[in-house]
């Protein structure tokens, strides 16, 4: 049976987005995993869906699953292709602000025009335990262990665990080992996302993410909301903060604890087709 679905990417974090508004999606592991693959499937860091709302009050869900074909709570990236997606559909008009429902729970919507969208990412949290993390106390920064070198992280959840690391040169060869492994350290009991910023002045970084299930991506929303937001809890950054990432710029505002993040980026249609694959 063809599948169709949309092709999309926000600052080249990209996703294959699947309509299933008449019900929930259901597809195996292995069958997302041949669909993501960049040589003989689709090609994708993502796969989104498009269903409806499971909590009764949100306008529709949306699930998301990683390349490796495992869940995912949150995707920043994807949300505002969601957003876009759902505008070329004719469910949201632009300027309007709509609630839809991650497995992370509701995000707050708002397109700006049809290629531009504003997300709020709710309140960073930064309890080890709701991470999850395995560390004592709830500090700004952590020492880890990462294949013999000690790593001062900061860690956050944005609905999916992040841990921050501040560097000065983001091609340093050795990021290439660290990334993988910080991913997969063991005190991230169920993963995280590996984020390496330099920071340009405190309007300005740049970052480049590993994350879980993906690899390296070219954008990561909620890497860059992560980023964000352990700068700005250390006071290193400002409340608003340019982001850039391989495949574009994030803007970023925070004031701080109590209050919720905001993001606004790209949300760019590439391509429509069927998948025809088993």
Not at 101 to 121: E, F, I, K, N
Not at 203 to 210: I, P, Y
Request: aromatic share 6%; with cysteine.
């Amino acid at each position: 049976m063809a599948l169709r679905f949309s092709k999309m990417h926000g600052s080249g974090n990209d996703f294959a987005v699947i309509d299933s508004r008449d019900g929930a999606l259901a597809l195996s592991p292995a069958c997302i995993r041949a669909m993501a693959d960049r040589n003989t499937g689709i090609g994708f860091d993502q796969l989104l869906s498009v269903e409806p709302a499971r909590d009764g009050v949100s306008a529709f869900y949306y699930g998301i699953w990683n390349a490796d074909g495992s869940p995912s709570g949150q995707c920043g990236n994807g949300v505002r292709c969601i957003a876009a997606w759902l505008q070329r559909a004719g469910a949201l008009a632009i300027g309007e602000t709509a609630q839809i429902q991650s497995p992370s729970g509701p995000v707050a919507v708002r397109l700006v025009d049809t290629q531009r969208v504003t997300v709020d990412m709710g309140e960073p949290i930064f309890e080890p335990a709701r991470i999850p993390f395995e560390a004592p106390n709830n500090a700004d920064r952590h020492m880890l262990d990462v294949h013999g070198q000690a790593l001062e992280i900061g860690v956050v959840s944005m609905g999916n665990p992040h841990a921050v690391v501040v560097v000065e040169d983001l091609e340093a060869p050795a990021l290439a080992r660290l990334g993988p492994a910080l991913t997969a350290h063991a005190r991230f009991p169920e993963g995280v996302n590996a984020g390496f910023v330099q920071k340009l002045s405190p309007q300005h970084v740049r970052l480049r993410v590993h994350e879980r299930g993906s690899g390296w991506t070219l954008a990561c929303g909620t890497g860059a909301c992560a980023a964000m937001a352990v700068l700005r809890r250390r006071g290193e950054v400002d409340a608003q903060v340019r982001v850039d990432l391989p495949g574009g710029t994030l803007e970023i505002e925070w004031i701080g604890p109590g209050e919720r993040l905001w993001m606004t980026g790209p949300a760019t249609f590439v391509y429509e087709g069927e998948w025809l694959g088993d």
